[in-house]
T-cell receptor, first 114, second 114 residues
Framework: EPEVTQTPSHQVTQMGQEVILRCVPISNHLYFYWYRQILGQKVEFLVSFYNNEISEKSEIFDDQFSVERPDGSNFTLKIRSTKLEDSAMYFC????????????FGPGTRLTVL | AQSVTQLGSHVSVSEGALVLLRCNYSSSVPPYLFWYVQYPNQGLQLLLKYTSAATLVKGINGFEAEFKKSETSFHLTKPSAHMSDAAEYFCAVSDLSGNTPLVFGKGTRLSVIA
């Protein structure tokens, strides 16, 4: 069964460093999402991406964040200068978009900022 | 704006007992409602969804949920808990188009006692 994959599973970085979280959505899916979950808190929406551009973003998704689909398979989230409060589990999700309402999630990347 | 409230951050049941996880939503438009499960060190897996068809929805692993508009609820149930049901359960809402980002509840951790 097709699934969303994410790498790395765990990333440790120093405050101020740039990180790139990678996702491979399900093939032929058209809509892509990033969510995050700070420990003990809700899963929160960050950004959605369709047709090679951001379709919606939350207040969390400020200028420090960017997303890219550099090729036909990867979908990346970049944090330019990490802060301690960026420590969280980051989930990628994809949706086929052809009459589908279901988002399929990856296993997540745990980001720890020291 | 949409929101989800999950009553009880932690629910503990005996093996073989009824599982009831509560979810109430707030939405200014007819909602789509979802239950996701997260097993340890894994991503979010869709259990079931309500998309304006039948109000009683059956999902995987013997779970079901009933959409009650008058109570703005979408509680998750399973008649008989199994040890393998121990996980974190998330209720989420989006609008009828399915295009809007998911809004999640805080999650309920289910423990099953032998």
């Amino acid at each position: 069964e097709p699934e969303v994959t994410q790498t790395p599973s765990h990333q440790v970085t120093q405050m101020g460093q740039e990180v790139i979280l990678r996702c491979v959505p399900i093939s032929n899916h058209l809509y892509f999402y990033w969510y995050r979950q700070i420990l003990g808190q809700k899963v929160e929406f960050l950004v959605s991406f369709y047709n090679n551009e951001i379709s919606e973003k939350s207040e969390i998704f400020d200028d420090q964040f960017s997303v890219e689909r550099p090729d036909g398979s990867n979908f990346t989230l970049k944090i330019r200068s990490t802060k301690l409060e960026d420590s969280a589990m980051y989930f990628c999700a994809s949706r086929s978009g052809t009459g589908s309402d279901t988002q399929y999630f990856g296993p997540g990347t745990r980001l720890t900022v020291l | 704006a949409q929101s989800v409230t999950q009553l009880g951050s932690h629910v503990s049941v005996s093996e073989g007992a009824l599982v009831l996880l509560r979810c109430n939503y707030s939405s200014s438009v007819p909602p789509y409602l979802f239950w996701y499960v997260q097993y340890p060190n894994q991503g979010l897996q869709l259990l079931l969804k309500y998309t304006s068809a039948a109000t009683l929805v059956k999902g995987i692993n013997g779970f079901e949920a009933e959409f009650k508009k008058s109570e703005t609820s979408f509680h998750l149930t399973k008649p008989s808990a199994h040890m393998s049901d121990a996980a974190e359960y998330f209720c989420a809402v989006s609008d009828l188009s399915g295009n809007t980002p998911l809004v999640f509840g805080k999650g309920t951790r289910l423990s099953v006692i032998a």
